[in-house]
């Protein structure tokens, strides 16, 4: 199995936790690729992907996000078959757009057919949990599930926080 932790930020944050899931799960092959480079025609169903995202101002995809955003919706290809799981970052004490930017992703992947499969985790920046910390524990409990073939999570479309 490959995975391909990709990450979009606004301050690193993200980044540094996409480095640290990468380096926390060692049995397979983790690549860990910026949103701002990233090419969504180099999407793979083969691969899954482990998307950590953060939220800036009112809700929305940070800088770092946004070309992948854009690159996506406008080449809008079909992504029936492809796996992803999402970590948002964000801060509850923004009540309305707690955790947004990595929705915005969540709703587009959706729509252009993948599957999510997981829990949808996040972390609350007002809380006192570690980022990397809840992120590793994620990353390993969705990669576990993965492994271990389908799980009634994949067709859940709510979202679970974890905290």
Not at 102 to 119: K, Q
Not at 135 to 148: L, N, P, Q
Request: with cysteine; proline share 5%; net charge negative.
């Amino acid at each position: 199995m490959t995975i391909v932790t990709l990450y979009g930020t606004e301050s690193g944050n993200c980044e540094m936790i996409a480095e640290d899931i990468a380096d926390a799960i060692r049995d397979v092959e983790v690549q860990v690729e910026d949103m701002s480079v990233f090419d969504p025609a180099d999407l793979d169903a083969d691969v899954l992907y482990l998307v950590v995202c953060s939220s800036h101002g009112d809700g929305d995809l940070p800088a770092g996000a946004q070309p992948f955003f854009d690159r996506l919706e406008q080449q809008h290809p079909d992504l029936t078959g492809l796996r992803y799981a999402m970590f948002g970052l964000g801060d509850r004490a923004y009540i309305d757009t707690y955790s947004q930017g990595s929705e915005h992703l969540d709703r587009l992947f959706t729509e252009l057919g993948a599957t999510r499969v997981g829990e949808y985790g996040r972390h609350d920046a007002s809380g006192f949990d570690d980022p990397s910390d809840l992120s590793i524990a994620w990353a390993k409990a969705v990669v576990g599930e993965h492994a271990a073939g389908p799980s009634p999570l994949a067709a859940t479309p709510t979202a679970v926080v974890v905290s």
